[in-house]
């Protein structure tokens, strides 16, 4: 036993070799260092971008996010929320669970100290032998049963919103890998990968990879490609994996869900306020699972419309372009990680192949419900 509270006690203090081979970095240090996988692994590939356009911060793709909104900032609790669902459960944890709770903690701590007080040795000498109280067991049985009800019937109704979406405006297929995330709009054309942003300092970052500046968000959350989806829409996101599990949760959305090799799991959101949201993969899937983030764009429809077309996608009902044009999606042939980890997205306009037929089904599923 002394064994053991010695061996609590150097835990405790940090002396033990591999507590003190597991020292945290200074504050500053540890986001670079966080930041700053082993080398060598497939997806450290550069994608090359000198075929890229320069980028135009404040363009769409590019807007400059909020501080505070759609990110963390230092503050507890939920972050703003921007969508009807996030708004609802947020409601109802703040003002209905969190109020519930801190109510039956303070009844459940009063009641203790009372009795307590009320019936110690000194001042209750004589204990009572009585072993059945009617009335306070029909309360203690009614109240806990009054209690749940007054939280299911709000949850329950909560979870009716989450899985019963309006129609839908728009489908966004999300695809999870080692390590980063593969986004379709299969009624749009486009099809592109998004992989983290590296810190300028970070020496796994290759000279033809863009560092991450401010504007593209905050460190580990940052993105080289954003999705962008257009305010106000229903948008629909199917969301699965191709290795192992992911999980796609965007916090200031409300969603977070988990994308599983071999399955379709679906999720909404419409969000009227235009800003970029950020979330991370949210399901420890592997050596980089932290830096795997997300970052959504939320555009006016007509910013949206550009987008498609920077994109090479083209909006439902336009003509389609020239075949000159119908080229793979240049993002997703540009990054050999990709290449290697995931067959190349293409858009609808080129040859027919089965990564094509995919989202060709899931949007007639999409279109059935
Ligand atoms: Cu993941």
Same mark, same amino acid.
Request: glycine content about 6%.
């Given at each position: 036993?002394r064994l053991?509270?010695w061996?609590?006690a150097?835990?405790?203090?940090g ?17 670079? @260092? ?5 080398a ?9 971008d ?6 135009v911060?404040?363009?769409v ?5 909020? *501080? ?5 900032d230092?503050r ?7 969508t009807p669902i996030?708004?609802?459960a947020?409601a109802f944890?703040?003002?209905?669970l969190?109020? =519930?709770?801190?109510l039956?903690s ?5 009641? =203790?100290l009372?009795s307590i @007080? ?22 203690w049985?009614l109240? *806990?049963?009054?209690i749940l009800?007054?939280?299911a019937?709000?949850?329950?109704? =909560? =979870?009716?919103?989450t ?5 839908v ?20 054309? @486009? ?9 300028a ?13 401010d504007?593209?968000g905050p ?31 965007? *916090?200031?959305f409300?969603i977070?869900?988990d994308?599983?090799?071999g ?5 909404w959101?419409?969000?009227d306020r ?6 991370q ?8 699972h932290?830096?795997?983030?997300i970052?959504?764009e939320v ?6 419309a550009?987008w498609?077309a ?18 793979i ?9 990709a ?29 059935q419900?």
């Open positions: 036993m053991i509270g061996a609590i150097l835990a405790a203090a002396l033990t070799p591999a507590a003190a081979g597991a020292q945290a970095p200074a504050p500053s240090q540890s986001a670079a @260092v966080a930041a700053t996988p082993p060598g692994t497939a997806q450290d590939a550069a994608k090359p000198a075929a890229q356009p320069a980028i911060y404040g363009s793709g590019h807007a400059a996010p909020t *501080p505070g909104i759609g990110e963390p230092g507890k609790g939920i972050q703003t929320q921007v996030g708004e609802e947020a944890h703040n003002y209905w969190l109020p =519930l709770c801190a039956i303070a009844v459940v701590l009063a009641l =203790l009372w @007080v009320r019936y110690r040795r000194g001042a209750n000498s004589t204990p009572s032998r009585n072993s059945h109280n009617t009335l306070i067991e029909v309360i049985t109240v *806990p049963v009054l009800v007054a939280i019937i709000p949850s329950i109704r =909560l =979870l009716r919103h899985y019963s979406p309006p129609p405006d728009l489908t966004v297929k999300v695809t999870g890998h080692q390590w980063y995330w593969t986004y379709e709009l299969p009624d749009y054309g @486009v099809s592109f990968d998004s992989y983290m942003l590296k810190e300092n970070d020496p796994t970052r290759q000279a033809n990879q863009r560092a991450r500046t504007a593209d460190p580990l959350l940052a993105v080289d490609e954003r999705l962008v989806i257009p305010q106000g829409k229903i948008v629909k996101f199917i969301i699965t994996a191709d290795d192992v599990i992911h999980s796609f949760a965007v *916090p200031s409300w977070k869900q994308a599983n090799p399955q379709l799991h679906e999720t959101a419409k969000v235009p800003g970029v949201y950020f979330g993969c949210s399901e420890l899937c592997g050596a980089r932290g830096f795997m983030p970052a959504v555009t006016s429809p007509a910013q949206f550009q498609v920077s994109k090479g996608g083209k909006m439902p009902g336009a003509r389609p372009p020239a075949p000159a044009s119908t080229a999606s240049p993002v997703s042939t540009a990054s050999p990680g290449a290697a980890a995931a067959p190349p997205a293409a858009s609808p306009n080129a040859a027919p192949s089965p990564a094509v037929q995919q989202p060709a089904t899931n949007q007639a599923a999409t279109a419900n």
